[in-house]
């Protein structure tokens, strides 16, 4: 399932590198949370794979937020990543 890669999850002074706020399309609160524990792959144009895990619900609009091995470049935001 593919998903989209909306922001890094950030405070008002600081940013947590290896943490960032999906969406999946059409999805609500209730059909999010499903996804939880859920493994997720970003591949950047090169081929490169970074792989990552669905932890929690993040807000009340259905988005989630997903840790990642290593941090994305900021290239990855309102990109695609798949859901395993």
């Known amino acids: 399932m593919k998903a989209v890669i909306v922001s890094?999850?950030?405070g008002?002074?600081?940013y947590k590198p290896r943490h960032f706020i999906i969406e999946i399309k059409n999805s609500g609160k209730e059909n999010s949370s499903k996804f939880i524990?859920?493994?997720i792959v970003w591949k950047s144009p090169s081929g490169?794979?970074?792989n990552g895990r669905?932890?929690?619900l993040h807000g009340n609009k259905g988005l989630l937020r997903a840790?990642?091995?290593k941090g994305l470049p900021g290239q990855a935001i309102n990109t695609e990543a798949e859901i395993e």
């Open 8 to 10: 890094f999850r950030r």
């Open 12 to 14: 008002r002074h600081r």
């Open 37 to 39: 524990d859920k493994n």
């Open 48 to 50: 490169k794979k970074i």
């Open 54 to 56: 669905i932890a929690a």
């Open 67 to 69: 840790i990642f091995e």
